[in-house]
């Protein structure tokens, strides 16, 4: 069974994920630790549970969301697992971060990307992969169908979606894949968004207000 362990980083507040199981094999979703009491706190849960990282997953790579990259990658020796149509993003994140006030000096390197339909194994556990552009390029979806959550990064929060003004932002894309892939999904399954609380899709479906 995954457990979920959700952090809260950074000035943008975005979640953090781990996800483990009883192997104690664990996947980083989003590691957006910024300070140096982030990294500790980060570490010292790891440290805490006994557990041994084995994959640094994105969302998306917006610099929020990648701030923490470069700790995790000397850290624990991951590179990036991502979509590819992202990568733009990620070799622009230290420009990028400057004009939000940060001073990141480095990112992780990707070594592995994904796509619609791919399934990652850790531990006894799997999640499968659906991309969900509209926010941003290279946006996925994480989805365990054995417990039914599902984790959305900037594609779909409480009563709301991921903003589509940003370069390669189409609102009509977004909509069109929250509906055909998430919404799909059933109205049981819980919402892990990459800002704010958690939602269902059954609570979406039936009051966000964007869709």
């Known amino acids: 069974m995954i457990t979920i362990k959700r952090f809260t980083f950074n000035a943008f507040q975005v979640n953090t994920y781990l996800l483990f199981d009883e192997t104690k094999e664990c996947i980083i979703v989003d590691a957006a630790n910024y300070e140096n009491y982030e990294d500790e706190e980060l570490k010292n849960y790891i440290i805490s549970e006994g557990l041994k990282p084995v994959m640094m997953l994105m969302t998306h790579c917006h610099i929020d969301h990648v701030l923490g990259s470069a700790f995790v990658e000397k850290t624990y020796g991951l590179g990036i697992t991502m979509h590819k149509a992202g990568k733009v993003f990620l070799d622009n994140a230290i420009s990028q971060a400057s004009i939000y006030g940060f001073n990141l000096k480095e990112v992780a390197k990707p070594v592995s990307f994904v796509d619609e339909k791919d399934i990652l194994k850790f531990g006894n556990s799997e999640i499968e992969i659906l991309y969900t552009p509209g926010h941003a390029d290279g946006s996925i979806c994480l989805v365990n169908h054995k417990q039914e959550f599902v984790i959305t990064g900037d594609v779909l929060f409480q009563e709301s979606i991921g903003r589509t003004d940003l370069p ?22 819980k919402v892990l968004p990459g800002h704010g609380p958690s939602t269902s899709i059954g609570h979406e479906a039936m009051n966000n207000p964007f869709i």
């Open 168 to 189: 390669t932002g189409d609102y009509d894309i977004l909509k069109k894949n929250i509906i055909t892939k998430l919404f799909m999904l059933g109205e049981n399954y």
